[in-house]
């Protein structure tokens, strides 16, 4: 007897969405393998065009059973698996070695040529919610954010002398809920809103931004922040970019196993005393 044969269903590709919200912020998103809660309101809306999938981007949706001890309960199990990775260890390393504080160079007149001019604040980018789905429940990627998280506070608990407990620390992102803003005011970070996170960038400010687009690392790299932890930043086809990277050094971050997405191919940049007196003269 012949065997019937039956066509196997193809199984959903891995489809890169862009999200633009009415000032301008994109998020790029990967939606073959995400979330899919059930969101009735969602098949209520009128379907866009094809090619067209750009929508406003609001805060995201924590599950309603979510509180704050267990948000940091999550924190903490990711920051186990962080510390222990040869990831955090190189980029605690590089800003121990490259980055220094206001209060560095008042005790000391004969700063390291090697490390950046002082710093005075610490701005993150797009670090996307610790908490919460995006596009209607549609899209998960909340351990790329508490694993950004961590890093971050890496960076801010690398021992940069300071002449205060605390350097300030700022983030932004319009994705951000009630319950991600409890989270990072908890680890004594600032929340703003868009534009006020791009206007504290200065020469003095170390930028964490993973997860920002090319359309705003052209604005922010034109303030010419003293260092920046994110990228990559090479061959972005953006000549603004490019004549930032040509004036820093970099170091570049081991793969990150537990997961690669979150700092795939990520740096720290840095500029030097040395180049930027070499740069005036």
């Known amino acids: 007897m012949p065997h019937t044969s039956r066509k196997k269903k193809a199984t959903g590709a891995t489809k890169r969405t862009t999200i633009t919200d009415s000032t301008g912020w994109t998020h790029v998103t990967t939606t073959g393998h995400a979330h899919r809660a059930p969101n009735p309101r969602r098949r ?50 590089t800003i121990r070695r490259h980055v ?7 005790s000391n007149p004969n700063p390291n040529p090697n490390t950046t001019h002082p710093i005075t604040n ?23 954010s508490l694993y950004q998280l961590n890093a971050l506070m890496s960076v801010v608990e690398s021992d940069i002398p300071t002449p205060t407990p605390t350097l300030p620390v700022y983030a932004q992102d319009p994705v951000f809920n009630s319950l991600d803003h409890d ?25 964490f931004c993973p997860g920002a687009e090319k359309t705003h690392l052209e604005l922010l790299l034109a303030r010419n922040p003293a260092c920046v932890v994110g990228g990559p930043l090479e061959d972005t086809g953006s000549e603004h970019i490019d004549r930032y990277v040509a004036g820093v050094r970099s170091m570049r971050l081991p793969r990150f196993e537990e997961m690669k997405e979150a700092f795939w191919e990520q740096r720290v940049y840095y500029t030097t005393r040395e180049i930027e007196d070499r740069d005036e003269k």
């Open 183 to 207: 989270l990072l005011t908890s680890f004594g970070i600032t929340v703003v809103n868009h534009p006020d996170g791009f206007e504290k960038v200065t020469p003095g400010s170390l930028l």
């Open 100 to 106: 220094h504080h206001d209060s560095s160079s008042q």
């Open 122 to 144: 610490i701005i993150c980018i797009g670090l996307g919610s610790p908490s919460g789905f995006l596009r209607g429940g549609w899209v998960d990627r909340r351990s790329v």
């Open 44 to 93: 209520q809306q009128p379907a866009q065009e094809e090619g067209q999938e750009e929508e406003t981007l609001l805060p995201a949706e924590a599950p309603k059973s979510l509180t704050l001890p267990d948000l940091l309960a999550q924190y903490h199990t990711h920051r186990v698996k962080w510390s222990a990775s040869a990831t955090a260890a190189t980029l605690t390393a």
